[in-house]
């Protein structure tokens, strides 16, 4: 069987295998568990086989209600084709002010990931979604770069996965989704559209500072420890 990090969709970007990654303990992420992406807003009945061939069973939206009820006009076919399932990581929208703030410099984008790592009821049913699930798995959020990147670094950080392949698998999603071509670096924007590897450094360094380890980070969000080498039984070679 032939493996692909990125896995080209008609209507889905940013579609990509976790799997086939080291960990420091000398394991690897086994292939065809997990999968992340951008949104599945006019997914296609082409890319519902192509996800069944991947043997996904389940979907985890990552969006707020809004998000979800404004722009996702085939959310019929993927409720009667997969387990789906929403569970928003972000609390809140981002003001005005605080757009002006990050586009000046004043706060790093890295810094507003705190909230969604600080979201532990989210997290918790997440990580309790993927664990409990029969089939591959499935997260998204709107591009599948922020809020899914996330969820990524937490999963790999749980997996023992080094930062540095963290680092690499957040910072890819700003080619894949074109914005790289897109948006100039001088472009206001372009904070928020190109995925810098110094904010997932950052959202990275925020655990360790404030949880300590991703272990106990999983404690403080009340996820049942045993739950844990679940997870990694699944997910490791």
């Not at 387990?83 to 972000?90: F, G, K």
């Not at 110094?198 to 404030?210: F, L, P, R, S, T």
């Amino acid at each position: 069987m032939t493996f692909f990090k990125r896995i080209p969709f008609e209507t889905i970007d940013n579609f990509r295998d976790l799997g086939g990654v080291a960990t420091k303990d000398g394991k690897s992420v086994k292939w065809g568990k997990i999968y992340r992406s951008s949104n599945m807003n006019l997914i296609s009945d082409n890319d519902i086989a192509k996800m069944k061939d991947l043997k996904i069973s389940t979907v985890i939206d990552l969006r707020r209600d809004f998000e979800v009820e404004e722009l996702y006009k085939n959310i019929d076919k993927v409720k009667n084709n997969f387990d789906y399932y929403q569970v928003s990581l972000a609390n809140r929208n981002f003001g005005s002010e605080e757009i002006q703030e990050i586009i000046e410099g004043k706060i790093s984008v890295g810094k507003t990931y705190r909230d969604l790592i600080d979201n532990h009821r989210a997290v918790k049913k997440i990580l309790e979604l993927i664990i409990y699930s029969d089939g591959a798995v499935i997260f998204h959020c709107q591009e599948g770069k922020d809020r899914t990147g996330i969820i990524a670094m937490i999963l790999y950080g749980l997996l023992n996965v080094d930062k540095i392949d963290i680092i690499a698998d957040y910072e890819i999603s700003s080619a894949y989704l074109g914005y790289v071509n897109k948006y100039d670096q001088e472009d206001d924007f372009s904070v928020f559209r190109i995925t810098n590897p110094y904010y997932m450094k950052e959202a990275y360094a925020y655990v360790i500072d404030k949880y300590n380890t991703f272990e106990n980070y999983i404690k403080v969000i009340k996820l049942d420890l045993s739950l844990l080498d679940k997870l990694r039984e699944k997910m490791l070679d």
